[in-house]
Structures are given as structure tokens and as C-alpha cells.
């Protein structure tokens, strides 16, 4: 076979291809999934569609499959009484199962050239978390299921901005007492 140049460069072309995208796919690429949360000291079980029974600890979450459309869910305590049996809507390609009802907070974070944070927290709504106004506009969800979100409670947000040309947002769902800590550490008041 003789030296041909352009089999050469369409080999390497392709290899370098392959390469970038097994690198975005195992790497960059955001997962997504939906989450059983349980941020209480208690232990519960629980079943999604009839399906096998999983137990969550205290402070603990699990991955869980769900479908399309109408799921059921059956929680029960540490003694295996029923505490509710219940259903919800999946429509999106992540959400988050709140199993014990407990307050969550939806915080949106604002990306992009000359960003002026001061002024942009106090253009948004306030939120009072135990009496006390946070600026932000964090939305308040304590209901069995969400998925108006982004970034889930076991993500954080990306540390790089990858387009800074306008301003751009993205959410995150924190358990309270995350978010409290969040809110102290990123706007430092």
C-alpha cells in the first residue's frame, strides 16, 4: 500500500473524534436520574410501582428507575407501618422524591460577563426560612415530588462558566439546611 495523505489525515481525523466524544460522554456529560431523599434522623421503606421494597437511612438518598408518566409510592416507617400510599407525574428527565415531606429550597444561580450579584439578589423575591428574609428568590417545595430543577441535591454547580457572552441560570435543589449553608458561604453577608 502506498502513502496516501489523505487516508492518513481522515484516520487521524476520526481518531481524535472518537476520542473527544468518549471523553465528553464519560467526563462532561451531565447524568440524569431521579433521587428517593431522606434528610430526617428516621428510617423508612418504601416501594415504587409495586416494584421491590428499598430501605433509606437517615440523611441518605437513592438513585431510583422510574417511568414516563403516573408513578405510585408507598412509604412506611421503621416499623414497617404504612404512612402513606401516594402518586405522581414524571415528566422530565430528572427529579426528586421528598419521602418524608421535609422543606427543600430551589435556588436559582445567575452566570455571565459583568454580573452584578448585589444588585441582581435584591431585584429578586426574598425568602423567609424560620423567620428570617433570604434575597434571591429561593423557591420554597416541601410536596412528595419535583423536578423544576437542574442540579440535584447530590450535584453542585459547575465550577466553570462555559459561556460568559450573556447571563445565563441554572437551579439546584438543596435541603434546607444545605441551603442555609450555601447561602452563608456564596454571598458572604
Known amino acids: 500500500m502506498k502513502n496516501n495523505p489523505s487516508l492518513k489525515g481522515l484516520l487521524i481525523a476520526s481518531v481524535v473524534f472518537i476520542f473527544a466524544f468518549g471523553i465528553y460522554f464519560f467526563f462532561l456529560a451531565k447524568k440524569n436520574y431521579y433521587l428517593v431523599d431522606n434528610p430526617t434522623p428516621n428510617t ?5 410501582n409495586n416494584g421491590s421494597e428499598g430501605i433509606i437511612s437517615a440523611g441518605q438518598y437513592v438513585k431510583v ?8 409510592i408507598k412509604v412506611f416507617d421503621q416499623n414497617k407501618k404504612l404512612l402513606y400510599d401516594s402518586a405522581f407525574e414524571v415528566s422530565k428527565i430528572r427529579g426528586l422524591i421528598n419521602i418524608a415531606h421535609e422543606d427543600y429550597y430551589v435556588n436559582r444561580q445567575y452566570y455571565g460577563y459583568n454580573l452584578k450579584k448585589d444588585s441582581l439578589l435584591l431585584a429578586l423575591d426574598k425568602t423567609i426560612i424560620d423567620g428570617k428574609p433570604y434575597f434571591g428568590g429561593a423557591k420554597h417545595f416541601n410536596k412528595l415530588y419535583t423536578e423544576d430543577f437542574y442540579y440535584n441535591v447530590d450535584e453542585d454547580y459547575d465550577k466553570l462558566i462555559k459561556n460568559i457572552d450573556k447571563v445565563e441560570s441554572r437551579s439546584k435543589i ?10 452563608k458561604e456564596y454571598y458572604k453577608f
Open 174 to 183: 438543596f435541603r434546607k439546611q444545605d441551603y442555609l449553608n450555601y447561602y
Open 44 to 48: 423508612y421503606f418504601y416501594k415504587i
Open 65 to 72: 428507575d422510574l417511568k414516563d408518566g403516573k408513578n405510585s
